[in-house]
């Protein structure tokens, strides 16, 4: 048995990667990977516990567009018509040691395409993490705020959810972050979508037909989602629909 391998898989499991997570994260088989998570598990006498929360954030307004039940007390009481909307960001920090966080962040498209991108995880102090939250918030006029474990893992493992059943996997980092919010078993209860309905945003770095071609395939041609694209006319020309700002 590689210590190295084991090592990794001893890391991933305690910062509480489902087995089929700590497999993406190696670039292994599921079967590869299991006889490390059986000795893991032996020599810590069980499942290897998770690091204590220390803290979790996300940008005030993150519920626009979105359903979500009255019952689960994911109050967001930010106004409609952020320039924003549709795009949520989250920060995670976890114990790490006595004195230091680890701390992983998401931002993640809940209108269509999940995960865009992720950090961490990265090991700071309390000072440290309080620098980082106003850096990482900039662009939301109403700041950030507080928030449970609980609804970090429905709106960013939901969004997953919701992307991949539109034709889109999560950024490539997502995998090395997504321990940081424990194993997910679950259904969100957050309907994801503008009001239901895929909206794509295009961002400058996106391949546009693409993205426009898979929701066509899977959700059939507009009025079945909306997009917005932000390109001179000459560009907005695709497949006989226009991407009209």
């Known amino acids: 048995m590689d210590s190295s391998i084991l090592e990794?898989?001893?890391?991933?499991?305690?910062?509480?990667?489902?087995?089929?997570?700590?497999?993406?994260?190696?670039?292994?088989?599921?079967?590869?990977?299991?006889?490390?998570?059986?000795a893991v598990a032996e020599q810590t006498g069980g499942q290897a516990a998770e690091p204590e929360v220390a803290g979790c954030w996300i940008n005030a307004g993150w519920s626009e567009g979105l359903a979500v039940p009255d019952t689960t007390g994911w109050a967001d009481d930010a106004p409609d018509g952020q320039e924003t909307a549709g795009t949520v960001s989250v920060?995670?920090?976890?114990?790490?040691?006595?004195?230091?966080?680890?701390?992983?962040?998401?931002?993640?498209?809940?209108?269509?395409?999940?995960?865009?991108?992720?950090?961490?995880?990265?090991?700071?102090?309390?000072v440290e993490l309080h620098r980082f939250l106003p850096r990482y918030f900039r662009i939301y006029p109403r700041g950030w705020r507080e928030?449970?474990?609980?609804?970090a893992r429905h709106l960013v493992f939901g969004a997953v959810d919701y992307a991949r059943d539109l034709g889109f996997e999560p950024a490539a980092d997502f995998a090395a972050t997504a321990g940081h919010l424990g194993a997910w078993e679950e259904k969100s209860a957050?309907?994801?979508?503008?009001?239901?309905?895929?909206?794509?945003?295009?961002?400058?770095n996106d391949d546009v037909r693409h993205v426009v071609k898979t929701l066509e395939r899977r959700v059939g041609p507009p009025p079945n989602f909306d997009f917005f694209a932000p390109m001179p006319e000459s560009q907005i020309s695709l497949g006989g629909h226009r991407l009209t700002p």
């Open 190 to 204: 957050i309907t994801f979508g503008r009001d239901g309905k895929p909206l794509y945003l295009a961002g400058p």
């Open 8 to 38: 990794k898989v001893r890391e991933l499991r305690g910062q509480g990667n489902s087995p089929k997570q700590i497999a993406r994260a190696l670039g292994m088989a599921p079967a590869a990977v299991a006889p490390y998570i059986r």
């Open 147 to 151: 928030a449970p474990l609980d609804l």
């Open 91 to 126: 920060v995670v920090a976890r114990k790490h040691g006595w004195d230091k966080l680890s701390v992983c962040a998401y931002l993640v498209d809940v209108y269509c395409l999940g995960i865009k991108h992720a950090l961490g995880p990265d090991v700071m102090s309390e």
